[in-house]
């Protein structure tokens, strides 16, 4: 275990290390200041782990994909130490190296204190992650399509599950803590960004914390409903933040939270849906277009979008090859079911559900009340706010069609599920919330 502490962060780090060889010039925004510096450690961290993603798909074994990375992973140390000294300095101050021990050591505690224990956390993705483990591969020696793994919903993403087998691959063994690991190579770039929002702005703190109180036990618990609704709202938040102040970085930032949400599960795709056209559609009617994509944005953008194509390509591509499908069995004939449910008053129902007893009214009226101050101010919303509102809601309107074209019983089967399927939406309208207090230094666009 010693082992696959050590050398998890720094060999997703060195991964990550690639993003700032292949989009120069970002160096620069992430060496600004402390706040620029935190959000770029965290941005090599995910690029890390969607490119440590991408390999064990590509390759044929879990023990490949390491041997690949690792080599990479040196290549992008190496690669950063002699090219961009001035970066790894502002990155690495030596002051921070006690409160990133620190931090590190609490995500260590919080999240592998307890053993998995949850049951879609032992029957999905730590099954998963075993499954990866001993047969060395993501084809898992043919056991995808066992009718006994039936109920583990074979089809969800295997981010989590790859980075789970590859810690126990380096430790030599499986238990029941040690790949809970992989949380903290999700947790801790997430609270490096919660940080690097956070500032100097203490009177702000309350927003920060109120995502980890709303997510509690969901970001130890081995589910992964937690870290989507987590990076759901970072997303929101620095893509947002992009459409205000055209800050690269936060393009790429909120890029990379797009692809670990894309990549968790499958209302990932929901998502990423949502989020794509509604940035195409502020970027129009802002009238931003392509010339607020300057000089490598072009650039950075478009390598953040492949590796995220690559990975769910080639998962998809997998799952068509393995046979798995979603036991939701949404296609054409899921219209007829939503017509049917929309005439027998099972929309009241879910609406009852999951915007009154799972409390999403109260995040839209924590929103709303947002949107009052800041028009007592005489202030105009932000673009950024607005964004994350409108993907906000029209995620909401989304699960709800998804519920209602379901072949399953709603009130015993769908609805429990309420309070882990709304918390994205909690924290999009918290981010939403927060955008429209964000700090006004710089609304223009910047190179």
């Known amino acids: 275990m010693p082992v696959a502490v050590n050398l998890m962060l720094p060999y997703l780090f060195g991964l990550g290390g690639l993003l700032f060889v292949l989009c120069s010039g970002l160096e620069r925004e ?4 402390d706040r620029a510096a935190l ?27 390491l041997c690949a990375g690792a080599a990479l992973s040196v290549v992008g140390i190496l690669a950063l130490t002699a090219a961009k000294r001035a970066l790894v300095a502002r990155l690495f101050p030596a002051a921070w190296l006690v409160p990133f021990l620190v931090l590190y050591g609490a ?7 307890e053993p998995v224990s949850g049951w879609d956390a032992r029957s999905i ?13 993501v084809d898992a020696g043919g056991q995808w399509r066992l009718p006994s793994l039936v109920f583990s919903h074979t089809d969800y993403p295997l981010l989590v599950p790859i980075l789970a087998a590859q810690i126990a691959t380096v430790a030599g063994y499986w238990n029941e803590y040690l790949p809970k690991l992989s949380l903290v190579a999700l947790l801790w770039p997430a609270l490096l960004l919660l940080l690097s929002i956070l500032g100097a702005k203490w009177r702000h703190a309350l927003f920060l914390c109120v995502p980890l109180l709303f997510l509690g036990t969901w970001l130890t618990n081995g589910y992964m409903d937690g870290y989507l609704a987590l990076y ?7 893509l947002g933040r992009w459409l205000d102040r055209g800050r690269r970085l936060d393009l790429v930032t909120g890029l990379l939270s797009a692809g670990i949400v894309l990549d968790l599960k499958n209302e990932g795709m929901l998502y990423v849906l949502i989020l794509s056209a509604l940035l195409c559609l502020f970027l129009l009617v802002s009238r931003l277009g392509l010339t607020h994509l300057k000089g490598g944005m072009w650039r950075g953008g478009a390598i953040i979008v ?14 068509h090859l393995f046979q798995l499908h979603n036991d939701l069995r949404l296609g054409p004939e899921s219209v007829e079911r939503v017509l049917q449910r929309l005439s027998d008053g099972s929309l009241a129902v879910v609406l009852k559900y999951l915007y009154v007893v ?49 072949p399953f019983d709603l009130v015993t089967f769908h609805l429990p599920t309420g309070d882990r399927t709304m918390l994205p939406v909690h924290i999009m309208l918290l981010a939403a919330s927060f ?13």
């Open 30 to 33: 992430a060496a600004a200041s």
């Open 39 to 65: 959000q770029g450690v965290a941005s090599c961290l995910l690029f890390g782990v969607l490119v440590n993603h991408v390999l064990a798909l590509l390759l044929p074994g879990i023990g490949a994909s």
């Open 107 to 113: 995500c260590l505690y919080l999240v592998a204190g």
């Open 125 to 137: 993705w730590f099954l998963h992650g075993k499954m990866l483990f001993y047969h060395g591969s």
């Open 232 to 238: 759901a709202g970072l997303g929101c938040f620095y």
């Open 306 to 319: 492949a590796v995220m194509a690559s990975g769910w390509m080639l998962w998809e591509r997998k799952k």
């Open 358 to 406: 799972d409390n999403v009214n109260l995040s839209l009226g924590v929103f709303l009340l947002a949107l009052v101050v800041t028009a007592r101010h005489k202030e105009r919303p932000r673009r950024g706010a607005l964004f994350c509102a409108a993907v906000a809601l029209i995620y909401f309107a989304g699960i709800v069609t998804i519920y209602l074209a379901t």
């Open 435 to 447: 955008s429209l207090f964000d700090s006004a230094e710089a609304t223009s666009a910047l190179s």
